[in-house]
């Protein structure tokens, strides 16, 4: 009796241990693969957008800089073999032309 009800309860645990990828629970390989994917994907829209990879650093301190400037160097090769011509990014809606024109150029105002 002893040993049956051993085998019992070893055999339910590892079937509960089996079904842990059906509770959506990540691994650290997959949690350290996505934030690579997001990171590189980051850095692709930045060149894309004709963005330095330095203000896309700044835009995304949380990203893996590593993967976000893989991602930056991979869409740079790619628009220059296929001659791909950058978008840049518009200017927010609350955003006047002045204003992301003095953004550009550092936010310095000229005085008299």
Not at 15 to 38: D, H, R, W, Y
Not at 88 to 105: H, I, L, V, Y
Request: aromatic share 4%; proline share 4%.
């Amino acid at each position: 009796m002893r040993h049956t009800a051993l085998t019992l309860c070893l055999v339910s645990a590892a079937s509960l241990l089996a079904g842990c990828e059906a509770l959506g629970i990540e691994t650290a390989t997959q949690i350290n693969a996505k934030k690579e994917a997001e990171g590189k994907a980051i850095g692709s829209a930045c060149r894309h957008a004709v963005r330095s990879i330095e203000d896309c650093f700044g835009a995304y301190p949380r990203a893996g800089k590593a993967a976000v400037f893989a991602g930056w160097r991979e869409m740079d090769q790619y628009m220059r073999d296929n001659a791909v011509v950058g978008m840049p990014a518009e200017p927010e809606a609350g955003e006047t032309p002045a204003a992301a024109e003095a953004g550009k150029s550092g936010g310095a105002s000229q005085k008299s």
